[in-house]
């Protein structure tokens, strides 16, 4: 078991079991925010006890604990799961085959300093979702 990690859940008073260190893992690896169900599906693969109620349990303790964020995505009306890192990220998501790739700039940042400025705001948060079609859902001919 990693030794960061057994510190991280600690540290937020989440006692270090096997499985939660591992999904903390999975989790700190992933490119894009996914959905329970897919987490299930990586984490089977490694660990056979796991079910989708523990998966679900231990990423509310995630959750409440501050080490995972939990949102709605546009495209399909699921619940995606996403640590929380260092450097937040934002995503481009594709309308047709739901495809989510991770942008590497906030193209945000400049322009929340600039509010919170105008306005004495302190600003604690901002979601931006980029949509668009894939160069694969586009097809040779562009979009029809
Ligand atoms: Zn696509
Ligand atoms: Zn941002």
Do not use: W
């Not at 640590?83 to 700039?105: A, F, G, T, V």
């Not at 945000?108 to 919170?116: C, R, V």
Request: hydrophobic content about 35%; aromatic content about 10%.
């Amino acid at each position: 078991m990693n030794k960061d990690t057994i510190e991280i859940l600690n540290k937020q008073g989440i006692k270090a079991t096997k499985q939660r260190v591992f999904l903390y893992e999975i989790l700190k690896k992933q490119e894009k925010p996914l959905t329970a169900e897919e987490i299930y599906f990586l984490a089977k693969k490694e660990i056979n006890s796991f079910n989708l109620s523990t998966i679900y349990r231990i990423l509310d303790t995630f959750v409440k604990k501050k080490l995972v964020v939990k949102y709605k995505l546009d495209i399909d009306e699921k619940f995606h799961f996403e640590i929380i890192r260092e450097k937040h990220r934002h995503y481009l998501l594709c309308i047709c085959c739901n495809q989510i790739i991770p942008i590497s700039d906030c193209p945000i940042e400049k322009y929340e300093h600039d509010i919170a400025e105008q306005t004495g705001y302190v600003i604690v948060d901002h979601n931006l979702e980029i949509k668009g079609i894939c160069p694969n859902c586009q097809g040779p001919y562009g979009i029809h």
